[in-house]
């Protein structure tokens, strides 16, 4: 077999030259990694260059292997070994190491016990944070449904019902805290349910934010012009954190054929999720640090504690295709019943395609993604920003004002037309929050729009569409 094939068929692996049996450390750390993380492969018998050298004694290295898995590493984790016949005859071994459900993973050596993860293509020893999550891997449960020592009935849950209430239209019950999550049946609070609350006793999950002078931290004379620092239950933080960017965001518009379309610096549907994706993913068991949204001339960056779960790397990913894996569930789940966020995961998805319908958009204005063992950043461009302010208007001036026109070509108008013929329901603050955009905004587009009407009064009216 062609040795890049074989490597290509292993996502994640280690190439090693020969079996180093006195220093199984060496080799054993990817193992305990590998069942610590996602899971990967070793390859003995290949050099550093990707040359295939090959292994003397392919059987009794095998054993060898089998043998110091079995002696060294603290639980056993799940493997396989396989041998692969190369060019001219030569053998190599490849062990197989599975996710793991039992962890952490140790190697013990000289009376100590190590745990080691996964981060990029190297194998380095797990932090005091990254055991703890490890061993609640290992428990199958999760630090935001763990029970803290906070009893029920010294917090309120205002912010919880009156969005409970404003989405559902029903009221929030006692015992729903319990379904929720956010209570047992002792009446103490789980994590989640702290985070939750009005008052929130866990005090760093925080919300800093400032808007800098300038391009980085050093602005010069004036470091930033605003700044403000939010507590409290996490769905506050959501709106003020909302509260803080719409204030330091600046809007263009220009004229069109019957109205004028706007320019905001920021798309709101993309900020937004990226702000709930902060507060319902980031690693609340990093203390000391809490989710920075930091808006500079250019660019608007929204920090949080932690990298991805999985213990990858996003900017050696395809951001569309990475699956939803939920560091927080309760959380998450909480948020999806408020309508915040969806239960598919589709996070990353919505913060660039918010941005592509932007007519100051082109690829340079892309949202980004990085983050590292330690945490995990978006980054948003300033539509506006480097664009002439004496913005062209492009408005045929020979369009005769007295003829009503069929403007279907506007992209949002193309939206909120498919939003009213899937939903003849649909509220105006529906189709705002999913586009990202002002309900004001919408009910322009839909009077731009000139064949829907409204029919009937509230949630007992319809839209309908006119055919002429």
């Not at 079996?19 to 054993?28: D, F, G, V, Y």
């Not at 029970?147 to 015992?175: C, H, M, P, Q």
């Not at 395809?318 to 239960?343: C, H, K, Q, W």
Request: with cysteine; net charge negative.
């Amino acid at each position: 077999m062609d040795i890049k094939q074989l490597i290509g068929e292993a996502t994640e692996y280690d190439k090693k030259l020969s079996l180093e049996a006195k220093k199984p450390k060496s080799w054993c750390k990817s193992v305990s990694a590998f069942a610590n993380t996602l899971g990967g492969a070793l390859i003995f018998g290949i050099a550093d260059n990707d040359e295939v050298v090959g292994l003397e004694n392919p059987n009794g290295d095998a054993e060898k292997i089998s043998e110091i898995i079995k002696t060294r590493m603290d639980p056993i984790p799940e493997f396989r070994l396989r041998f692969e016949q190369v060019e001219d005859g030569k053998v190599l071994i490849i062990l197989d190491i599975f996710k793991g459900e039992e962890t952490p993973y140790y190697y013990s050596g000289d009376g100590v016990l190590e745990a080691y993860v996964r981060v990029g293509n190297e194998s380095v020893k797990a932090t005091s944070t990254e055991l703890k999550r490890l061993v609640l891997r290992g428990r199958n449960t999760s630090y935001d449904s763990q029970i803290s020592t906070y009893k029920v009935e010294d917090f309120a849950f205002s912010k919880l019902r009156e969005r409970y209430k404003k989405w559902t239209g029903n009221s929030f019950d006692e015992k729903d805290l319990i379904s929720f999550g956010l209570v047992n049946e002792q009446g103490y609070l789980t994590n989640a349910g702290a985070l939750v609350a009005d008052e929130s006793p866990i005090r760093w999950s925080r919300l800093f934010c400032t808007r800098w002078n300038g391009l980085n931290k050093s602005g010069g004379t004036i470091d930033a012009f605003d700044d403000a620092e939010y507590s409290g239950s996490v769905l506050s933080l959501i709106d003020n954190g909302e509260a803080f960017i719409k204030r330091n965001a600046k809007l263009m518009w220009r004229k069109t054929a019957n109205s004028r379309e706007e320019m905001p610096e920021y798309v709101e549907r993309s900020y937004h999720e990226a702000l709930v994706n902060a507060l319902a993913h980031r690693d609340y068991l990093v203390n000391g640090s809490e989710v920075h949204i930091d808006i500079y001339d250019d660019r608007m960056e929204i920090y949080s504690p932690g990298g991805m779960p999985d213990g990858s790397i996003i900017q050696d990913r395809d951001p569309l295709t990475v699956p939803s894996t939920r560091r927080n569930p309760v959380l998450a789940d909480i948020f999806n019943r408020l309508g915040y966020m969806e239960r598919k995961g589709s996070g990353f998805g919505k913060i660039i395609g918010g941005y592509e319908f932007q007519i100051n958009y082109d690829e340079s204005k892309k949202p980004s993604f990085r983050s590292d063992r330690y945490q995990f950043t978006v980054v948003m461009p300033n539509l506006n920003y480097n664009v002439p302010q004496d913005v062209p208007q492009d408005v045929p001036q020979d369009v005769p004002q007295d003829v009503p026109q069929k403007k279907e070509s506007n992209p949002l108008e193309i939206q909120i037309l498919n939003m009213i013929k899937k939903d003849n329901k649909i509220s105006t603050e529906k189709m705002a929050m999913t586009l990202g955009i002002s309900s004001k905004t919408v009910k322009r587009h839909i009077k731009d729009i000139g064949i829907v009407r409204f029919v009937g009064r509230g949630s007992n009216g319809h839209w309908e569409i006119i055919d002429d």
